[in-house]
């Protein structure tokens, strides 16, 4: 009996993004287990004030990040796998968490590069951690070995 039996994927289409998209890709694969991918708009997320976005910036941003998850989604299907697809607006430290209990998902994966935009999926304001707010293991898909990696913010 396998512990992951359902497994929650974040992408942002990012490198990676990406990089955890084919692992956790792989580890759904080996395991036979149902995956799901999340997408978040967070460029509507002011940072501490609150914005008003226009209608068509509004849209705009749902477009771009329908269209992140579609990619993802065709990724995995590519790969033989059937995944669920998940649109949500918001910051991703509240988004995930809410997420994978909807879901009542094992495993959440998220790619992270030290220092980089992407922390932004396990960490939030106030020192919030993605780790203290899910009841569910977390895969960090990082490649130290990358010297791309470290030569990018």
Same mark, same amino acid.
């Given at each position: 009996m %396998?512990?992951?039996?359902?497994i929650l994927?974040c992408y942002?289409s990012?490198?990676?993004?990406?990089?955890?998209?084919i692992?956790? $890709?792989d580890?759904a694969?080996?395991?036979?287990a149902e995956?799901?991918?999340l997408?978040?708009?967070?460029s509507?997320v002011?940072?501490?004030?609150?914005?008003?976005?226009?209608?068509? $910036?509004? !849209?705009?941003?749902?477009k771009?990040? &329908?269209?992140? +998850?579609r990619?993802?989604?065709? !990724?995995?299907?590519? !790969?033989?796998?059937?995944? %669920?697809?998940?649109?949500?607006m918001? &910051?991703?430290?509240?988004?995930?968490?809410?997420?994978a !209990?909807?879901?009542s998902?094992d495993?959440?994966v998220?790619?992270?590069?030290?220092?980089?935009?992407?922390?932004?999926?396990?960490?939030?304001?106030?020192?919030?951690? +993605?780790?203290?707010?899910?009841a569910?293991?977390?895969l960090?898909?990082?490649?130290p070995s990358?010297? $791309?990696?470290? $030569?990018?913010?």
């Amino acid at each position: 009996m %396998t512990p992951f039996k359902k497994i929650l994927l974040c992408y942002d289409s990012t490198r990676e993004g990406r990089r955890a998209l084919i692992q956790g $890709a792989d580890l759904a694969e080996s395991l036979g287990a149902e995956t799901h991918l999340l997408a978040i708009a967070t460029s509507l997320v002011g940072g501490g004030m609150v914005e008003v976005p226009s209608h068509v $910036a509004m !849209r705009e941003e749902e477009k771009r990040i &329908r269209d992140v +998850l579609r990619e993802g989604v065709e !990724r995995l299907r590519g !790969r033989g796998l059937v995944a %669920t697809g998940h649109l949500a607006m918001g &910051r991703p430290i509240d988004q995930i968490p809410l997420v994978a !209990r909807a879901l009542s998902v094992d495993l959440i994966v998220v790619g992270h590069r030290p220092c980089g935009v992407v922390a932004r999926w396990w960490s939030g304001p106030g020192n919030a951690v +993605l780790l203290d707010q899910v009841a569910c293991s977390i895969l960090i898909s990082i490649n130290p070995s990358d010297p $791309a990696d470290s $030569a990018k913010p």
